[in-house]
T-cell receptor, first 114, second 115 residues
């Protein structure tokens, strides 16, 4: 079985400050990890993914995430948050044998204040 | 990438009726999925819809309540039957693309409200 945990329901950060959204996972095989963002009344948009290789992956809109196998984490980061980054962020995992079935975390609401 | 559209974008339905949601993709895809996102919650996979075969439902979801059609490689429908207020959710379709199916793209969603 695979599962994803996003321990924070909401993250508040001031514009210009670093933003971190936490994600930990549990899988029985090698994980494929993803971050998605959902703006109000919109579908999910893909931000970045970790499949293999470099543990630090860079994605859209200046976001990056670091895969840490020993801590089973895949935290999303942005060095300087923008008000427009305010949205709902989802971490997701699948394994090589789950044939496309993604397990999503509960989501973290990010609020960036001016 | 893939461009995915859904119809309707939102609807308000009466208890006991049904709603059929359409999902159209701008390219041929093998694997399509239907998700439900209840208010304030995460996404829950309803079923996997592959062309030429019956949909595969996840635990807690049954074909009588959520019949799915997949007539070709660019289109699918999800029907939510015998609606109750508990069915009020956003319903999203998604497709898998990329090497070893690593990229999942979502439609904009259909917001359903049941009165």
């Amino acid at each position: 079985a695979q599962s994803v945990a996003q321990p924070e329901d909401q993250v508040n950060v001031a514009e210009g400050n670093p933003l971190t959204v936490k994600c930990t996972y549990s899988v029985s095989g090698n994980p494929y990890l993803f971050w998605y963002v959902q703006y109000p009344n919109r579908g999910l948009q893909f931000l970045l993914k970790y499949i293999t290789g470099d543990n630090l992956v860079k994605g859209s809109y200046g976001f990056e995430a670091e895969f840490n196998k020993s801590q089973t984490s895949f935290h999303l980061k942005k060095p300087s948050a923008l008000v427009s980054d305010s949205a709902l962020y989802f971490c997701a995992v699948r394994t090589t044998d789950s044939w496309g079935k993604f397990q999503f975390g509960a989501g973290t609401q990010v609020v960036v204040t001016p | 990438s893939a461009v995915i559209s859904q119809k309707p974008s939102r609807d308000i339905c009466q208890r006991g009726t049904s709603l059929t949601i359409q999902c159209q993709v701008d390219s041929q895809v093998t694997m399509m999925f239907w998700y439900r996102q209840q208010p304030g919650q995460s996404l829950t996979l309803i079923a996997t819809a592959n062309q030429g075969s019956e949909a595969t439902y996840e635990s807690g979801f049954v074909i009588d309540k959520f019949p799915i059609s997949r007539p070709n490689l660019t289109f699918s429908t999800l029907t939510v039957s015998n609606l109750s207020p508990e069915d009020s959710s956003i319903y999203l379709c998604s497709v898998l693309l990329g090497l070893v199916w690593n990229e999942q793209f979502f439609g904009p969603g259909t917001r359903l409200t049941v009165l």
